[in-house]
C-alpha cells in the first residue's frame, strides 16, 4: 500500500478508536457546498473609517482621489515627499495614465531586484484588519508589491469589505476558483526577531502607501 | 532534529544560570504578554470565537480523511503535485528527489517546523545542495548552527549583541550595534539569494480542502518570496493543518496572529493554489506539496488527541512561568513549552521526554491563552498517568504518595501522624518559626526556601477539644 | 444551612488558624459548620502524579463525608478546584459515583466565594489593619474564576488598602511536587513573584490557598525578609492569625 492509503487507513482507524461521534451523514459534503460563518466579532464600525485607522496602525500611509487621472500626481506627490525615486514600475491597468506629466518614468512589467517603487491595484481591501488583497495572474505580476522598497497600492472605495469571509464571498461570486496566490497585505515588511526590536524592512517593502479612490 | 529531552533537568538549571539568556527571555515575554493581552482585549466575543475555533478544528480532525481527500482533489486539478510521507527519512528523500529532478542547486527556505521535526536542512545539504533559511530569526540560528528555541521566534533565546557578534564574522562586514541595520544587512545579504535561487521550501500554516490551497502566514515577506521567485516550490506540512473552508481560516486568522504576536494580522497571509498559471509572469513552474504523518494518526487515536488542533501560535510557551524562565532549548526537540510538554514524548515515545509533562506546575496559564482551548495541563496529566501506570516514575516519588495516600486512608493513623508532625514541626522551627533545613526529600524544598513551620497542634486537634470543651 | 468546612490537609497539618478563621467566618454568618473528623485529604497530589487509583479512593472517601450538608465551604483553591472541577473526571467509567461527584461539585465553594456570592457577607469582626497585596493562586483564578469575590470582602475592612501587584494572575511556582522535583525553576519562579510583592512595599500578602503560602512565604524569609508577612484571606477577615491558635 502506499503512503498515502496507509495515512487515509489510520486516520480511520483512530477516528474509530476514538468514538468521535461528530459523524453525521454528509456534514463534510455540507461545510464545503455552503460553508458557515461560525463567529464574528461586533464589527460595529463603518468600513471606510476602521480601513483607515488600521492602515495606519499597521504603518501603511494613506492617500484619496476621486478619479484615476489624478493618480500620477497623488504618486508624484508621495514620492517627493519622500524623496523617493519617479521610477517606477506598475500593473498594466495604470500604464496609460499621464506619468510623464509628472515627471514619472513607469514601466509596465513585473518587478526585478533593482526597482525601487511598485504600483499595483487590488481586488478588494478588508476593513477589520487593513488589510489589501492582491490576486496574481496576468495583469497582477506579484513582484510588484513585493521586491520594490516602496509599495503604492490603488484600492476602490466601493470594494472595501468589512472582513475577510466577505472577500472570499466576493471571490467566489466574481471570480470562481483561486488564482495561484492570493496575497493579503498589511502594512510593510516587518520582523521583530532580534530582541523584540520591531524593524521595518525585513525582506519586503519598508513602506506601503494606499491610494484610495472614489470609482 | 535529534532529541534531548532526557536532559531537561540539567539543561533548563544550566539555562537559568546563562545571564544572557535570562535578558532575552524577559524581554521575550514582556513583549508577547502584553500586546497579546491588548488585541484580545480588543474583540468583544474572544470567548466565542476561540470556542468556534476549537470547533473547527475538533470537526475537521473528525473527517480528517475526507478533508484531506477533498484537499488533495482540488490541489491536483490545480497542478499540485501531492506527496504523502510516513517517515522523516521518506519526506527528506522526496525533497531531494524532487530537487535532482528540477536540477536545483540553490533552494531558499521559509521557516517550516515540519522541516525541524525531519531535520531537513541537513538531509539535503548532505546531498551537496545548498539550503538558506530566510526568516529572520532561522537564518541567525543556522548561521550559528543551533536549533531554534521558540517556533515562532525562532532566535529569541540570542541578544542584539550575539547576532552582531555572529553576522560580523559570517558576512565579514564591519560589526553593526543595532537591531535596524543588522536586519537590514541580512536583507541586503539574502536578496540576491532569492532572485536566483531554482527551489523555495516553506512549511504550511494550513491547508485548505474546500480549494485546495495551502497557506502561509508571515511578517517578512520571506514566504511570499520563496513561494513566488524560484522556479520550483515544495510546502511540507502535517495531516492535522487541514481546515475545511476559506471561512474556516478567517475565523482562525481572528486567532492566530492575536495569540502569536499580538497582531491584528500577520503582514503577509498567502494562499497558494497550485503553479503558475497560463499567461502568469510569475510564480513556480511547478509546486510540490508533501503531506506528513509521523506521530500524528497516533495522537488522533488517543487520549491526547485534543492536542492536534494546535495552531502553532505559541501563545502557551509565552504564558508558561516555566517556558519564561528556562526557554526553549531545555525541552530538548522541536517544540517547547506546555505544547511540546505533549507533542515531544507523544510523538518520540514517554519514556524519551519524562521530564516534559511533569516540569509544569500545571498553573493552566497556557490552557487559558490557547487559542484552540487544548486543555494542556489535562494532557500533561494524562501523560503523568501512563508514566504511573508504566512504572516509569522515579521511586522516591511514587512511595512518598503511596505513603501519603495509605495514610489519608486512614483517618486514626492519619491525625496521630499529623499530630506528631505538628509537633515536631514546631520544634525544628524553633524561636524563628521557620524550618530552615529538612532531610531526604524535603530538602529539594530547603534548598530553595525556608518552611514555615507548624504551629504545634493540627487544626483538628484544636477544633474537636475546643468542641468537646463547649459542650461540657 | 449546614456546611461541611473541608478544612484541607496542609491547613490541618500546617496552620490551623486559616480552619479557625474559616468557622468563625461561617458561624458568624450564620451557618452551622460541620467537620467530619475522618476528612485527610482530597486526593489531588496522587492525582497530579498520575496515580488515578488512589486519587479515585480518595475522592470517594471526601464524597461520603460530605453526603449530608447543604453546603461544602474549603479555604483553599486548588482543593476546591479539585472537588468540583476534577473528581466528575476521576469518575468517568463509574456511572454512580459520578452523579454523587457531580452532585459534591455544585454544592462546593471556596471560602471567599461562597462567603461573597453565597452569603454576601458585608461585615466582619477583625482587627487587622495595614496595606496588603493580594496573590490570586492558580486554581483558584483559572478553575473557578476567583478573583473579585476576596478583592469585594477585603473592601469591607476599613483599615485595610489594597495594592495590587504586577503579575498577580502569575503562577508562584509551586505545583505540589514541582516546587520539589524541579526545585532551580521552582525556585525562580517563586523569586520572581517575591519580587513582584516587595515592589508594592505593603505590610502584608495576602492569599487563599496554603499551597503557595508557604512557597512564597518560605522564599520571602529565606531572602531575609522578615517584615512581610504572609496571611491567609481568612486570617485576614478575623483577625486570628498563625500565634494566637496555639
Redesign the interface.
Known amino acids: 500500500m502506499s503512503a498515502r492509503e496507509n495515512i487515509l487507513a489510520r486516520i480511520r482507524a483512530a477516528n474509530k478508536t476514538a468514538n468521535i461521534d461528530d459523524v453525521m451523514d454528509g456534514a463534510v459534503a455540507d461545510r464545503l457546498g455552503s460553508p458557515p460563518i461560525s463567529a464574528l466579532p461586533k464589527l460595529d464600525w463603518e468600513s471606510e473609517v476602521h480601513f483607515k485607522l488600521r492602515c495606519k496602525e499597521s504603518a501603511s500611509s494613506l492617500d484619496e482621489i476621486a478619479r484615476i487621472e489624478e493618480l500620477p500626481s497623488a504618486v508624484n506627490r508621495y514620492l517627493s515627499k519622500n524623496v523617493l525615486p519617479n521610477k517606477a514600475v506598475c500593473w498594466p491597468e495604470f500604464l496609460n495614465l499621464s506619468w510623464a506629466a509628472e515627471g514619472i518614468q513607469m514601466e509596465s512589467r513585473g518587478a526585478i531586484g533593482d526597482d525601487k517603487v511598485g504600483l499595483t491595484g487590488s481586488y478588494c481591501a478588508v476593513a477589520e484588519t487593513g488589510t489589501l488583497v492582491l490576486l496574481s495572474g496576468p495583469d497582477s505580476h506579484a513582484t510588484t508589491s513585493l521586491l520594490p522598497e516602496t509599495h503604492i497600492a490603488v484600492v476602490q472605495r466601493s470594494r472595501i469589505v468589512k472582513t475577510m469571509e466577505d472577500a472570499w464571498r466576493l471571490i467566489r461570486g466574481e471570480v470562481g476558483s483561486l488564482p495561484r496566490q492570493v496575497n493579503f497585505i498589511s502594512g510593510p515588511s516587518r520582523t521583530a526577531d532580534i530582541e523584540m526590536t520591531l524593524v521595518y524592512g525585513a525582506h519586503g517593502p519598508f513602506r506601503v502607501h494606499v491610494i484610495i479612490i472614489d470609482q | 532534529m535529534e532529541l534531548t529531552s532526557h536532559q531537561f533537568?540539567s539543561v533548563?538549571?544550566a539555562k537559568?544560570k546563562d545571564v544572557k539568556l535570562q535578558k532575552?527571555l524577559y524581554?521575550?515575554k514582556?513583549?508577547f504578554v502584553v500586546s497579546r493581552a491588548k488585541v484580545v482585549a480588543e474583540?468583544?466575543?474572544f470567548e466565542?470565537?476561540r470556542?468556534?475555533?476549537a470547533?473547527?478544528r475538533?470537526?475537521c480532525?473528525?473527517?480528517?480523511?475526507?478533508?484531506?481527500?477533498?484537499w488533495e482533489k482540488q490541489a491536483q486539478a490545480?497542478g499540485t503535485i501531492v506527496?504523502?510521507?510516513?517517515s522523516y527519512e521518506?519526506l527528506n528523500a522526496l525533497v531531494v528527489k524532487i530537487a535532482q529532478d528540477n536540477k536545483v542547486k540553490k533552494i531558499i527556505k521559509s521557516k517550516s517546523m515540519v522541516g525541524e521535526e525531519t531535520g531537513l536542512n541537513q538531509y539535503v545539504e548532505g546531498h551537496g545542495i545548498e539550503v538558506k533559511e530566510?526568516?529572520?530569526?532561522e537564518y541567525?540560528i543556522q548561521q550559528a548552527d543551533e536549533h531554534p528555541s521558540h517556533i515562532i521566534?525562532?532566535?529569541?533565546h540570542?541578544?542584539?549583541d550575539d547576532?552582531a557578534d555572529l553576522f560580523a564574522e559570517k558576512h565579514q562586514r564591519p560589526r553593526l550595534d543595532?537591531?535596524?541595520k543588522?536586519?537590514?544587512e541580512a536583507?541586503e545579504i539574502?536578496?540576491?539569494h532569492?532572485?536566483d535561487a531554482d527551489m523555495g521550501i516553506t512549511g504550511a500554516n494550513f491547508m485548505i480542502?474546500?480549494?485546495g490551497?495551502t497557506v502561509i502566514v508571515t511578517?517578512?515577506?520571506?514566504g511570499?518570496?520563496t513561494?513566488?521567485?524560484p522556479r520550483v516550490h515544495v510546502a511540507i506540512s502535517s495531516?492535522e493543518k487541514c481546515l475545511?473552508?476559506?471561512?474556516?481560516?478567517?475565523?482562525i486568522?481572528?486567532l492566530l496572529p492575536r495569540s502569536a504576536?499580538g497582531q491584528?494580522?500577520?503582514?503577509?497571509?498567502?494562499?497558494?493554489?497550485?503553479?503558475?498559471?497560463t499567461?502568469?509572469?510569475?510564480?513556480p513552474g511547478a509546486f510540490h506539496v508533501i503531506?506528513l504523518?509521523v506521530g500524528r494518526?497516533?495522537v488522533?487515536?488517543?487520549e491526547l488527541?485534543e492536542a492536534l488542533r494546535c495552531i502553532r501560535c505559541g501563545a502557551c510557551m509565552n504564558h508558561c512561568?516555566?517556558y519564561q524562565?528556562?526557554g526553549g532549548h531545555a525541552y530538548g526537540w522541536v517544540y517547547p513549552g506546555p505544547i511540546g510538554s505533549v507533542l515531544t514524548p507523544a510523538y518520540n515515545g514517554i519514556e524519551n521526554a519524562i521530564d516534559l509533562p511533569?516540569?509544569?506546575?500545571?498553573?493552566?496559564?497556557c490552557?487559558?491563552v490557547c487559542p484552540v482551548k487544548i486543555p494542556l495541563p489535562?494532557l500533561m496529566?494524562k501523560?503523568?498517568?501512563?508514566?504511573?501506570?508504566k512504572n516509569l516514575?522515579?521511586s522516591t516519588?511514587?512511595w512518598s504518595?503511596?505513603f501519603?495516600?495509605y495514610?489519608?486512608?486512614r483517618?486514626k493513623l492519619?491525625s496521630v501522624v499529623?499530630r506528631v508532625?505538628?509537633r515536631a514541626?514546631k520544634v525544628l522551627g524553633g524561636d524563628s518559626r521557620?524550618i530552615?533545613r529538612m532531610l531526604f526529600?524535603?530538602q529539594?524544598?530547603t534548598?530553595?526556601?525556608?518552611?514555615?513551620a507548624?504551629?504545634?497542634?493540627?487544626?483538628?486537634d484544636?477544633?474537636?477539644n475546643k468542641n468537646k470543651t463547649a459542650n461540657r | 444551612m449546614r456546611v461541611g468546612l473541608f478544612v484541607t490537609c496542609l491547613a490541618d497539618l500546617m496552620r490551623p488558624s486559616i480552619g479557625l478563621a474559616a468557622v468563625k467566618l461561617l458561624e458568624r454568618a450564620g451557618c452551622e459548620v460541620v467537620f467530619p473528623e475522618s476528612q485527610t485529604c482530597c486526593g489531588q497530589p496522587a492525582y497530579n502524579a498520575g496515580d488515578r487509583q488512589s486519587a479515585q479512593q480518595l475522592a470517594r472517601k471526601v464524597i461520603s463525608e460530605f453526603a449530608d450538608v447543604d453546603y461544602v465551604v474549603v479555604p483553599s483553591g486548588s482543593c476546591g478546584g479539585m472537588i468540583k472541577t476534577h473528581y466528575e473526571d476521576l469518575m468517568s467509567g463509574l456511572p454512580e459515583h459520578r452523579v454523587k461527584a457531580q452532585w459534591l461539585a455544585a454544592r462546593t465553594y471556596e471560602l471567599t466565594d461562597f462567603l461573597a456570592n453565597v452569603i454576601d457577607m458585608n461585615s466582619f469582626d477583625t482587627a487587622f489593619q495595614g496595606t496588603i497585596t493580594y496573590h490570586d493562586s492558580c486554581a483558584g483564578l483559572r478553575e473557578l474564576n476567583i478573583k473579585d469575590q476576596p478583592r469585594k470582602l477585603l473592601a469591607y475592612l476599613p483599615h485595610v488598602d489594597l495594592k495590587e501587584m504586577a503579575g498577580a494572575e502569575q503562577c508562584c511556582g509551586f505545583g505540589g511536587t514541582f516546587s520539589v522535583k524541579y526545585g532551580d525553576i521552582s525556585s525562580r519562579i517563586v523569586d520572581v513573584k517575591c519580587d513582584d510583592v516587595e515592589a508594592t512595599q505593603v505590610d502584608a500578602l495576602v492569599l487563599g490557598d496554603l499551597g503557595c503560602m508557604m512557597n512564597i512565604e518560605g522564599k520571602l524569609r529565606r531572602r531575609g525578609n522578615h517584615k512581610t508577612k504572609v496571611l491567609h484571606i481568612a486570617e485576614v477577615l478575623t483577625g486570628l492569625v498563625g500565634d494566637e491558635t496555639e
Open positions: 533537568k533548563s538549571s537559568l532575552a524581554q521575550a514582556d513583549g474583540l468583544d466575543n466565542e470565537i470556542q468556534a475555533a470547533d473547527v475538533d470537526h480532525l473528525a473527517h480528517l480523511d475526507l478533508y484531506l481527500e477533498e490545480a506527496h504523502w510521507a510516513e521518506e530566510t526568516d529572520l530569526g541567525i521566534a525562532p532566535a529569541t540570542k541578544s542584539k547576532v543595532d537591531a535596524e543588522l536586519t537590514h536583507r539574502l536578496r540576491p532569492f532572485l480542502a474546500e480549494t490551497s511578517n517578512e515577506g520571506n511570499r518570496m513561494t513566488t521567485m495531516i475545511p473552508t476559506l471561512d474556516d481560516f478567517a475565523l486568522m481572528r504576536t491584528v494580522i500577520s503582514n503577509y497571509v498567502s494562499m497558494t493554489t497550485g503553479p503558475k498559471r499567461g502568469d509572469k510569475d510564480g503531506i504523518d494518526t497516533r488522533l487515536g488517543s488527541r512561568p516555566v524562565n528556562v511533569n516540569a509544569a506546575t500545571l498553573c493552566n496559564q490552557g487559558v489535562d496529566r501523560l503523568r498517568e501512563r508514566q504511573y501506570e516514575k522515579s516519588e511514587k504518595l503511596r501519603w495516600a495514610l489519608a486512608l483517618p492519619y499529623t508532625m505538628a514541626g521557620r530552615k526529600a524535603g529539594d524544598w534548598r530553595h526556601r525556608d518552611l514555615p507548624p504551629r504545634g497542634r493540627t487544626f483538628r484544636i477544633y474537636i
